[in-house]
């Protein structure tokens, strides 16, 4: 069974610290994905990465960053939390690289509040 | 901008069916459709590629108008494991639509 791992079900931080949410998979997928998640806004993507090193923003990627340094792993970054960063983040891997007509694999998510 | 779903949610009892509708205003090239049980992760149910496919997962089935820009989902003769939220993602662009809650009652 694919796995996708994320660090932490619940975080608490507070505003103007730096977030870290990591997200591991173990079936050698080549594109990963970070998405927030809010009521009646569905997922919506932040950045996704298609190789090692590679990344491209999604529809909001302001106030967040990423990294990819091995395969398996990818981390999106809050470099000030904001309390408008309070929500749901989902990570999630398929294969395929550039090409993104792939069953993606989810994980199940980390509720953040930023106080 | 993301697909437009609807309804945004419905109420079922066991045994009836359902339709869920995506539409996007920019071309479609794949629609993908997830759902979503409280408290747990999206699970992938479909795939369709083409303009005019259609297909099944369990009494799941749904249908891809590439012209028109929009997809169908199909719940047919509900059970209550169908219970949770129904999110359809367009590709061309990675997005999803804002998600259809369903509650399957007994």
């Known amino acids: 069974d694919v796995k996708v791992t994320q660090s932490s079900r619940y975080l608490v931080k507070r505003t103007g610290e730096k977030v870290f949410l990591e997200c591991v998979q173990d079936?050698?997928?080549?594109?990963m994905f970070w998405y927030r998640q809010d009521p009646g806004l569905g997922l919506r993507l932040i950045y996704f990465?298609?190789?090692?090193?590679?990344?491209e923003k999604g529809d909001i990627p302001e106030g967040y960053s990423v990294s990819r340094e091995k395969k398996e792993r990818f981390s999106l970054i809050l470099e000030s939390a904001s309390t408008n960063q309070t929500s749901m983040y989902l990570c999630a891997s398929s294969f395929g690289g550039q090409t993104t007509y792939n069953e993606q694999f989810f994980g199940p998510g980390t509720r953040l509040t930023v106080l | 901008q993301q697909p437009v779903q609807s309804p945004q949610a419905v109420i079922l009892r066991e045994g009836e069916d359902a339709v869920i509708n995506c539409s996007s205003s920019?071309?479609?090239?794949?629609v993908h459709w997830y759902r979503q049980k409280h408290g747990e992760a999206p699970v992938f149910l479909m795939i369709?590629?083409?303009?005019?496919e259609q297909k099944g997962h369990e009494k799941i089935s749904a249908s891809f108008n590439e012209k028109k820009q929009q997809s169908s989902l199909y719940l047919t003769a509900s059970q209550l494991s169908y219970s949770g939220t129904y999110f359809c993602g367009s590709w061309g662009k990675l997005q999803f639509g804002a998600g259809t809650q369903v509650v399957v009652t007994p």
């Open positions: 369709l590629l083409k303009g005019g």
């Open positions: 920019k071309a479609l090239y794949s």
């Open positions: 990465s298609y190789d090692v090193k590679m990344k």
């Open positions: 079936m050698d997928h080549e594109n």
